[in-house]
Protein backbone atom coordinates (compact mmCIF):
# COMPACT_ATOMS: atom_id res chain seq x y z
CA UNK A 1 0.00 0.00 0.00
CA UNK A 2 1.44 3.37 -0.93
CA UNK A 3 0.78 6.28 1.36
CA UNK A 4 0.94 10.00 0.16
CA UNK A 5 4.10 10.43 1.97
CA UNK A 6 6.64 8.16 0.04
CA UNK A 7 8.59 9.88 -2.56
CA UNK A 8 9.52 8.71 -6.15
CA UNK A 9 13.13 7.56 -6.03
CA UNK A 10 14.86 8.58 -9.17
CA UNK A 11 17.73 7.21 -10.40
CA UNK A 12 20.69 9.87 -9.72
CA UNK A 13 22.40 9.29 -13.10
CA UNK A 14 20.44 8.48 -16.57
CA UNK A 15 22.56 6.72 -18.89
CA UNK A 16 22.22 8.48 -22.73
CA UNK A 17 23.95 7.28 -25.53
CA UNK A 18 24.08 9.42 -28.41
CA UNK A 19 26.53 7.40 -30.76
CA UNK A 20 23.33 4.73 -31.89
CA UNK A 21 24.28 4.52 -35.46
CA UNK A 22 28.10 4.76 -35.35
CA UNK A 23 28.47 4.60 -39.43
CA UNK A 24 25.84 6.81 -40.00
CA UNK A 25 26.36 9.57 -37.15
CA UNK A 26 29.87 10.08 -37.38
CA UNK A 27 29.64 10.14 -41.53
CA UNK A 28 27.28 13.34 -40.82
CA UNK A 29 29.19 14.37 -37.97
CA UNK A 30 32.54 14.65 -40.04
CA UNK A 31 31.42 15.71 -42.73
CA UNK A 32 29.34 18.89 -40.87
CA UNK A 33 32.81 19.25 -39.21
CA UNK A 34 34.70 19.69 -42.16
CA UNK A 35 32.47 22.35 -44.13
CA UNK A 36 32.94 23.99 -40.84
CA UNK A 37 36.54 23.78 -40.71
CA UNK A 38 36.93 24.10 -44.39
CA UNK A 39 34.56 27.22 -44.30
CA UNK A 40 36.82 28.66 -41.35
CA UNK A 41 40.27 27.54 -42.97
CA UNK A 42 39.32 29.72 -46.42
CA UNK A 43 37.96 32.80 -44.26
CA UNK A 44 41.05 32.84 -42.08
CA UNK A 45 43.30 32.38 -45.15
CA UNK A 46 41.45 35.60 -46.93
CA UNK A 47 41.70 37.56 -44.04
CA UNK A 48 45.18 37.03 -43.54
CA UNK A 49 46.03 38.24 -46.88
CA UNK A 50 43.55 41.23 -46.44
CA UNK A 51 45.84 41.95 -43.54
CA UNK A 52 49.41 41.52 -44.99
CA UNK A 53 47.51 43.45 -47.82
CA UNK A 54 46.82 46.24 -45.75
CA UNK A 55 49.86 46.39 -43.49
CA UNK A 56 52.21 46.31 -47.07
CA UNK A 57 50.22 49.47 -48.02
CA UNK A 58 49.89 51.11 -44.99
CA UNK A 59 45.63 51.23 -45.36
CA UNK A 60 43.73 50.47 -42.63
CA UNK A 61 41.91 46.79 -44.04
CA UNK A 62 39.19 47.18 -41.09
CA UNK A 63 36.45 47.54 -44.02
CA UNK A 64 37.47 44.99 -45.88
CA UNK A 65 37.55 42.70 -43.36
CA UNK A 66 34.69 43.51 -41.88
CA UNK A 67 33.12 42.51 -45.06
CA UNK A 68 35.24 39.56 -45.78
CA UNK A 69 34.01 38.05 -42.30
CA UNK A 70 30.34 38.84 -43.87
CA UNK A 71 30.59 37.14 -46.85
CA UNK A 72 32.51 34.17 -45.21
CA UNK A 73 29.75 34.08 -42.97
CA UNK A 74 27.26 34.11 -45.09
CA UNK A 75 29.25 31.63 -47.65
CA UNK A 76 29.24 28.79 -44.56
CA UNK A 77 25.40 29.22 -43.99
CA UNK A 78 24.87 28.73 -47.89
CA UNK A 79 27.35 25.38 -47.86
CA UNK A 80 25.79 24.32 -44.48
CA UNK A 81 22.12 24.73 -45.85
CA UNK A 82 22.48 23.04 -49.37
CA UNK A 83 24.43 20.09 -47.15
CA UNK A 84 21.13 20.29 -44.87
CA UNK A 85 19.13 20.40 -48.41
CA UNK A 86 20.83 17.09 -49.36
CA UNK A 87 20.98 15.24 -45.65
CA UNK A 88 17.82 15.55 -44.86
CA UNK A 89 16.21 14.63 -48.57
CA UNK A 90 18.46 11.46 -47.85
CA UNK A 91 16.56 10.94 -44.85
CA UNK A 92 13.46 12.42 -45.31
CA UNK A 93 12.57 10.61 -48.59
CA UNK A 94 12.89 7.14 -46.69
CA UNK A 95 10.68 8.14 -43.51
CA UNK A 96 7.84 9.36 -45.93
CA UNK A 97 7.71 6.20 -48.79
CA UNK A 98 8.24 4.15 -44.82
CA UNK A 99 5.07 5.57 -43.30
CA UNK A 100 3.12 5.46 -46.64
CA UNK A 101 3.67 1.61 -46.52
CA UNK A 102 2.81 1.62 -42.60
CA UNK A 103 -0.48 3.71 -44.06
CA UNK A 104 -0.93 0.73 -45.84
CA UNK A 105 -0.04 -1.90 -43.49
CA UNK A 106 -2.72 -0.27 -41.01
CA UNK A 107 -5.45 -0.34 -43.63
CA UNK A 108 -5.19 -3.99 -44.48
CA UNK A 109 -2.91 -4.23 -47.01
CA UNK A 110 0.33 -5.15 -48.19
CA UNK A 111 2.25 -1.92 -49.76
CA UNK A 112 4.21 -3.26 -53.07
CA UNK A 113 7.63 -2.73 -51.54
CA UNK A 114 10.97 -0.85 -53.58
CA UNK A 115 14.35 -0.17 -53.19
CA UNK A 116 15.41 2.95 -51.72
CA UNK A 117 17.25 5.57 -54.28
CA UNK A 118 21.04 4.73 -54.53
CA UNK A 119 21.73 7.72 -52.30
CA UNK A 120 19.21 7.29 -49.86
CA UNK A 121 20.23 7.14 -45.82
CA UNK A 122 18.31 4.82 -43.17
CA UNK A 123 19.19 1.65 -46.08
CA UNK A 124 19.55 -0.84 -43.09
CA UNK A 125 16.79 0.48 -41.45
CA UNK A 126 14.55 -0.07 -44.23
CA UNK A 127 15.86 -3.45 -45.08
CA UNK A 128 14.38 -4.77 -41.52
CA UNK A 129 11.44 -3.11 -41.96
CA UNK A 130 11.15 -4.84 -45.51
CA UNK A 131 12.21 -7.92 -44.13
CA UNK A 132 9.39 -7.47 -41.29
CA UNK A 133 6.89 -7.00 -43.75
CA UNK A 134 7.71 -10.01 -45.79
CA UNK A 135 7.48 -12.07 -42.79
CA UNK A 136 3.94 -10.51 -41.56
CA UNK A 137 2.81 -11.25 -45.11
CA UNK A 138 4.29 -15.08 -45.15
CA UNK A 139 2.71 -15.56 -42.13
CA UNK A 140 -0.78 -14.11 -42.96
CA UNK A 141 -0.56 -16.57 -46.33
CA UNK A 142 0.37 -18.93 -43.58
CA UNK A 143 -2.71 -18.46 -41.65
CA UNK A 144 -5.20 -17.94 -45.14
CA UNK A 145 -3.58 -21.63 -46.12
CA UNK A 146 -4.77 -23.07 -42.15
CA UNK A 147 -7.98 -21.30 -42.65
CA UNK A 148 -8.66 -22.61 -45.95
CA UNK A 149 -7.74 -26.51 -44.78
CA UNK A 150 -10.39 -26.12 -41.73
CA UNK A 151 -12.73 -24.57 -43.95
CA UNK A 152 -13.27 -27.40 -46.33
CA UNK A 153 -13.00 -29.47 -43.77
CA UNK A 154 -16.08 -27.91 -41.74
CA UNK A 155 -17.91 -27.22 -44.17
CA UNK A 156 -19.76 -30.73 -44.76
CA UNK A 157 -19.81 -31.05 -40.99
CA UNK A 158 -21.38 -27.83 -40.25
CA UNK A 159 -25.61 -28.67 -39.94
CA UNK A 160 -26.18 -26.17 -36.89
CA UNK A 161 -27.30 -22.68 -37.66
CA UNK A 162 -24.30 -21.80 -34.94
CA UNK A 163 -21.80 -23.96 -36.85
CA UNK A 164 -22.79 -22.32 -40.41
CA UNK A 165 -22.23 -18.94 -38.80
CA UNK A 166 -18.88 -19.67 -37.16
CA UNK A 167 -18.09 -21.11 -41.20
CA UNK A 168 -19.15 -17.72 -42.21
CA UNK A 169 -16.99 -15.48 -39.94
CA UNK A 170 -14.21 -17.90 -40.83
CA UNK A 171 -14.99 -17.78 -44.77
CA UNK A 172 -15.22 -14.04 -44.02
CA UNK A 173 -11.74 -13.67 -42.19
CA UNK A 174 -9.95 -15.94 -44.77
CA UNK A 175 -11.27 -13.75 -47.63
CA UNK A 176 -10.03 -11.10 -45.99
CA UNK A 177 -6.38 -12.58 -45.60
CA UNK A 178 -6.03 -14.27 -48.97
CA UNK A 179 -7.14 -10.33 -50.56
CA UNK A 180 -4.70 -8.90 -48.41
CA UNK A 181 -1.28 -11.23 -49.20
CA UNK A 182 -2.46 -12.09 -52.68
CA UNK A 183 -3.42 -8.10 -53.52
CA UNK A 184 -0.84 -5.65 -52.70
CA UNK A 185 -1.43 -2.07 -52.85
CA UNK A 186 -1.96 -1.52 -56.49
CA UNK A 187 0.57 1.44 -57.15
CA UNK A 188 3.88 1.12 -56.09
CA UNK A 189 5.04 4.46 -54.04
CA UNK A 190 6.61 7.51 -56.22
CA UNK A 191 10.37 7.98 -55.52
CA UNK A 192 10.64 11.61 -53.62
CA UNK A 193 13.53 12.21 -55.23
Given at each position: ??????????????????????????????L??????????????????V??????????????????????????????????????????????????Y????????????????????????????????????????????????????????????????????????????????????????????
Amino acid sequence: MSDGNQKTVRPSHVRRTYILDRPFQLKYILLLAGIGAGSIFVFGLLAHRVHVSAVASGVDGGQTLLWLTVLGSLGTAVALGLFGLVFTHRVAGPVHVMSLYVAALAAGRYPRLRPLRRGDELKQFFDRFTEAVTRIREREADEAYALETALEALRPVATTPEALEALGTLSALHTRKRQAVDNPTGSTFKSVA
